[in-house]
């Protein structure tokens, strides 16, 4: 929904009453929230409606294979960083049909699936999320067949961000160029202020459809205080990054050396298990099933999320192309990182650092680069 | 108005059934409403067999001149499916996609295609209409191999193509009995008994990637430069426009960036293993 | 007949050839013809020499018991048949039956071994034709051998 106008209105303040006012507005508009909700011990993207539904006093504790929920001393309602969702769900489903075929006396005819119908307003999306959000666009988007059901989910999309105020132990979007400052691509962001005891938010317009929905709201004008305030909260963000990535060369760096030992090491650790391309935000690939009913007058073809992880996922009449691990985590990081530039104009890693958290041994992204670029700058002994 | 759903595909009705050989077979495909989409040669449409699935397979045959001619060789559920198929059936077909044969790059000079097994039938969609503009090229040389003398496509066609005098054609197989009437060896051995002349030569090669990677190295060595070596690439795809991620290859998807592409872009990427 | 020297320095076999070296080699060669289904060579018999074929084409065939005899390569105008002679014991390792009226320059191998011995020159010379040969039938060989489009690729 943000389009290239950015209104000229300044920021505006909120407190939690502003919040939930924001949250009906938005369903009296029509669009379903989705924002941080707490499920199975983990902060996960679901459905809310009041502010009550908010992690509130929450955080999460992140390292590499660890993640665990700690209560917070205040009362911040998004006071953790990322989770073990990403909003590329909503967009891009987890498992989609895509159309059904139906016997008929001549052959058979075919069952487009109907429009969505739900517009969603997404609660608490972050800079690296917006960011990857922008790399799926390009995916689904930018080339000769745009994917259709992307594009109707996506159209009618509002978006408010957060400007975070969080990193986790696995976060580098610093590195990376996508964080923590949400700059553009939203309709309204919201940047959470804990100080002077008064819980409030610091309300950026990005659009006009967000400024048409601020208006709607009880609010003040932002303050010079507020600012200051709200500029503290990131740039502390920016400071308590957990991981960092050199991303100097890193294109030429990863596909210059396919047959580098360091693939052969970390196979010896990665259990191919997948874990990093279902948590991540960007990662797009996709299989399809074909299903038959049992009387055979009816099929349908369904998408689901793949992985180039899977076996299956390069089998190629006789076998799959990639039988190795090591050949399998080299596709995935050199794709990510690199090759990811010369498909799409763009790095495919947003620095959120769910591959790391969720991967059940630890494997660490900014640890294998470092590896590799570290293993080229020692001396060879003759 | 809804913009058209790229994963749907058109019905089409099979107009015709050519049995090729013991598996293969080249169907021809009427479209049930509407017109065959304009393609070129060396691109590719999937084809959906109710209820099984659905695969890349190349054309054939030429736009614009009959029923879209797609042929197809029973190796898995959906080819055998496909290959069932018979004249008055239905089946789904979306496309076309991918990268052509740069025929008009080749003008002016020699055209070597190199064909095994099945990949004869794409570059049959390249011959035919460099016959049918013959002034336009030099000399032109088909070369194909395949497994043995039984498994031959084409066969009523291939004799008039080594009938005519403007046209080489080399024909050899990997197994023979002394029954057989022809070369016996390998596809790249014949290279050196083709007339062309390496400088002014775009080469199309089309097979198993190992017998198209044997047919490039014997092309370097007769003189033909990289850049005018084409293959045509196979890799497992699901969506066909770069959005399953599956046929990637390298920096290159397949599906979009091919399947034909120059040796010099791919060289590096095809001495890679498991890639 | 037509002169040997001349076919043979003609053959692309021996393109470029040093006219000193041609000379030693036409001293041991003669112009042969076949009909077609002759076997020009047997498995087995000595190796006494090679054929350089000026026309007609040869297949390169293993016999099996009980069954038909299986055909390895076929070889054509311009090309060269039979190897065995480099290396002992000096023996056909399969027949070699002509396909077509077949017309070729035999090269006298128990010549030219003595000959390479006492004349280094034309031993290397011999060598560095030989050689890419052997290369260039191993690889095909070895791609014949995958089967690229049997039926269960493995």
């Known amino acids: 929904m943000p389009e290239g106008h950015v209104p000229t209105a300044g920021e505006a303040i909120i407190d939690r009453e502003g919040l939930q006012a924001l949250l009906d507005a938005l369903g009296a508009r029509g669009f379903s929230v989705i924002g941080p909700r707490i499920r199975d011990e983990a902060i996960v993207y679901a459905p809310l409606r009041n502010v009550a539904d908010l992690p509130e006093g929450w955080t999460d504790r992140q390292d590499g294979g660890r993640y665990r929920l700690e209560r917070r001393g205040d009362r911040a309602l998004f006071g953790y960083a990322v989770g073990p969702h990403s909003w590329k769900q909503f967009l891009f489903p987890p498992r989609q049909r895509l159309w059904q075929a139906r016997r008929t006396e001549a052959g058979f005819d075919l069952l487009e699936e109907p429009p969505p119908s739900e517009r969603w307003a997404f609660l608490g999306i972050r800079a690296c999320e917006l960011h990857a959000l922008a790399i799926q666009d390009r995916v689904f988007l930018g080339g000769s067949h745009p994917d259709r059901s992307y594009a109707e989910r996506r159209r009618d999309l509002f978006l408010v961000a957060l400007q975070c105020g969080e990193p986790s132990g696995t976060c580098f979007c610093v590195s990376m160029e996508t964080g923590p400052k949400a700059s553009s691509g939203f309709d309204l962001a919201l940047t959470e202020l804990l100080g002077d005891g008064s819980h409030r938010f610091l309300v950026e317009v990005g659009s006009r459809a967000g400024e048409e929905i601020l208006a709607a709201i009880p609010h003040r004008s932002a303050g010079e205080a507020d600012r200051r305030e709200a500029e503290a909260v990131l740039d502390s963000t920016a400071s308590r990054m957990g991981r960092t990535l050199d991303t100097r060369g890193i294109r030429e760096l990863l596909q210059d050396h396919p047959e580098h030992p360091r693939w052969e090491e970390v196979a010896t650790r990665c259990l191919a298990c997948a874990n990093c391309t279902m948590v991540c935000p960007t990662c797009f690939c996709s299989t399809v099933e074909d299903h038959t009913a049992l009387t055979g007058e009816s099929a349908e073809r369904t998408r689901l999320w793949d992985s180039c992880f899977s076996l299956d996922f390069s089998y190629l009449h006789g076998g799959s192309v990639r039988k190795e691990i090591r050949s399998r985590y080299r596709q995935w990081i050199t794709h990510k990182l690199s090759t990811w530039f010369d498909q799409f104009g763009s790095s495919g890693c947003v620095g959120c650092g769910r591959c790391i958290t969720w991967c059940p041994v630890g494997i660490d992204i900014t640890e294998e680069v470092r590896a590799i670029r570290s293993s080229l700058l020692e001396p060879t002994h003759a | ?275 | 007949m037509p002169d040997p020297k001349v076919v043979l320095v003609r053959h692309p076999f021996f393109a470029g050839i040093d006219p000193s070296i041609s000379e030693t080699l036409a001293e041991c060669a003669h112009e042969v013809s076949f009909p077609a289904g002759r076997f020009l060579a047997r498995e087995g018999e000595p190796a006494s020499g090679f054929l350089l074929l000026e026309c007609g084409t040869v297949a390169l065939e293993l016999h099996r018991p009980g069954r038909m005899p299986i055909v390895l390569e076929t070889l054509h105008e311009g090309e060269l048949v039979g190897t065995s002679w480099v290396i002992p014991p000096y023996r056909w390792s399969c027949d070699v039956r002509a396909l077509d009226p077949v017309r070729a320059i035999v090269v006298d191998a128990r010549c030219l071994r003595g000959k390479s011995e006492s004349d280094p020159k034309l031993g290397y010379e011999l060598l560095k034709r030989f050689l890419p040969l052997f290369v260039q039938r191993l690889e095909a060989v070895r791609l014949q051998l995958l089967d690229v489009y049997g039926e269960t690729p493995t």
């Open chain 2, 1 to 275: 108005m809804r913009s058209p759903d790229p994963f749907v595909p058109s019905l089409f009705r099979v107009d015709r059934v050519r049995r090729e050989s013991a598996d293969t077979v080249t169907l021809g495909l009427l479209p049930i409403q509407g017109e065959i989409p304009a393609f070129r040669s060396g691109q590719f449409f999937m084809l959906y067999a109710f209820g099984i699935g659905e695969i890349p397979v190349s054309v054939s045959g030429l736009w614009g001149q009959g029923p879209l001619l797609h042929t197809v060789r029973a190796v898995g559920p959906v080819s055998q499916a496909l290959c069932r198929l018979r004249p008055g059936d239905t089946l789904g077909v979306r496309g076309p996609y991918g990268s052509p044969w740069p025929l008009p790059q080749a003008e002016g000079g020699d055209l070597l295609l190199i064909a095994g097994g099945l990949g004869l039938a794409p570059l049959r969609s390249a011959l035919l209409p460099a016959l049918a503009e013959r002034e336009r090229y030099g000399r032109i040389a088909l070369l194909y191999g395949a497994r043995s003398p039984a498994d031959l496509l084409f066969g009523e066609e291939r004799s008039d193509w080594s009938s005519r005098d403007d046209l080489q054609v080399e024909v050899t197989v990997d197994h023979a009995s002394p029954a057989w009437r022809g070369s016996v060896g390998v596809v790249p051995a014949r290279i050196s008994h083709t007339r062309f002349a390496p400088e002014r030569t775009h080469a199309f090669v089309c097979g198993p990637e190992v017998m198209m990677r044997y047919s490039a190295a014997a092309l370097l060595g007769a003189g033909v430069p990289p850049a005018r070596i084409f293959l045509s690439l196979e890799r497992n795809m699901k969506c066909a426009f770069a959005v399953c991620g599956r046929c990637q290859f390298g920096s290159t998807f397949i599906c979009r960036d091919g399947p034909v592409f120059a040796y010099d872009r791919i060289s590096r990427l095809l001495s890679l293993r498991e890639l």
